[in-house]
Each structure stands twice: as C-alpha cells, then as structure tokens.
C-alpha cells in the first residue's frame, strides 16, 4: 500500500471549514484514498472514500487531485465533537486487505 | 445491530497471565482483523482472518493466538503476558463482496500488564 504523510496536528475555529490535507504521491491506480477518524481512544469511525473524483456524503467531502497524489478531507462546519485524530489511508481495492494506520492528524476544534 | 462488541473493556493482568479477548460482529461479515495501538501511536495489526476456520498473521503476531470457530466471533488469546503487551485492542470487521464497504470497529479492550 501506498504511504502516506499527514501534518501531526491542526486548529480550527468552530463553525469554519476544517482543511485536512495528505500526501499520497506513491498511490497507484487500483488504490483508494480512505479517511476514517478516532474520538479519544474510541475505535476508529469510517468518514469517507475515493478513487479519483471528488467525493461528499453527510459527515465531509474529499477533494483528490488530478494526479491522485494528495487529497484533502474537507469538515464544512466543524464542532467541538469533530476533535479527533484524522487518519488518511491508501489501500487497493483487494479482498481482506486490512486498513493500515498512520500517526495521522490531531484536529483540535475550539470555540 | 450491535455492531462489533468486545469484552472486556477494561483488564489488568500480571506478567506471565494468559486470557482471551472476546470478539462478536452481528453483521454477517467474513472478514475479521485484531489491531492493538500504543500510546499516542497508529494501529497495528495483529491477525485477521477470511472467514470460519482460515487466520493469517499481521505485522505484530507475536505473543498472541487467534481462532475463528464461527463467522460471528473472533477471539484473540494472550499466552504469557509480558509488559510490552499493554496497549489497546480494537476487533474490526467487513464484509468483502464486488462493492467496497466500510470496516466497523468494536469500541476497544484496554490492557495494562504489571
């Protein structure tokens, strides 16, 4: 699987938008782009996923590159409850292939 | 649904102890997968397995046992407990078929070996 690199932490102001970047300059073509998050210690918790278009459901939208070699998870008003540590994961589309973690990015929102 | 559950959610076991950590997903998915995450550090996995009956190893095996007699449930045992095995252990399971679907997590067994 592709590596990944995500900044170690971020800030954000509640009520604005949350920019959460990562570089994935390695992927290949049958590899997605996988965000999930984890809320102190909970398990992690599914966010969104991508091939090459842009992506939205309820929870964020994800902006991937022409080139595929970064993308960015995109909170559109973020709260308190979205503090958490973001985890950006390349992984091909392969049966029983397991999500492999990163340190990720400690999201820090304040009021 | 339930979900992945796990039991216990909490447990101190002294150096040399064994138990097992309990693993039950209601979802009916063939996939399974044992992760354990340090302090401050990313998940790594332990073992998964591909369904009733079939276990493979991850990148950190050693020290643990798996068995996967039922779709439902997915033990991890810990034979010899040393300190180095203290951390978190979160069950995670999906279901593999022609679409992609998201992997569930259960809410995590924390584990302090004295």
């Known amino acids: 699987d592709a590596k990944t690199t995500q900044p170690p932490s971020m800030d954000c102001a509640e009520g604005r938008a949350a920019n959460l970047p990562c570089n994935h300059s390695?992927?290949?073509?049958?590899?997605?782009v996988y965000w999930y998050r984890q809320i102190h210690s909970q398990g992690p918790q599914y966010i969104i996923h991508?091939?090459?278009n842009n992506e939205t459901n309820e929870m964020a939208s994800l902006i991937i590159t022409e080139d595929r070699k970064s993308s960015t998870l995109i909170l559109p008003h973020a709260t308190l409850r979205d503090t958490a540590v973001y985890y950006c994961?390349?992984?091909?589309?392969?049966?029983?292939?397991?999500?492999?973690f990163g340190k990720g990015t400690t999201l820090s929102v304040s009021s | 649904n339930a979900g992945v559950t796990q039991t216990p959610k909490f447990r101190i076991l002294k150096i040399g102890q064994s138990m097992t950590l309990q693993c039950t997903q209601d979802?009916?998915?063939?996939?399974m997968y044992w992760y354990r995450q340090d302090p401050g550090m990313g998940l790594k996995l332990i073992y998964y397995s591909v369904g009733a009956g079939i276990t493979d190893k991850g990148e950190v095996p050693n020290g643990y046992n798996v068995s996967r007699s039922t779709t439902e449930d997915f033990p991890l045992r810990l034979e010899l407990a040393a300190p180095s095995q203290t951390s978190v252990y979160f069950c995670a399971s999906i279901r593999w078929d022609r679409e992609l679907s998201e992997q569930f997590f259960g809410p995590g067994t924390r584990l302090t070996v004295l």
């Open positions: 979802m009916n998915h063939n996939y």
């Open positions: 994961i390349v992984r091909a589309y392969q049966a029983g292939t397991a999500l492999i």
């Open positions: 390695t992927i290949s073509g049958n590899e997605y």
């Open positions: 991508g091939l090459k």
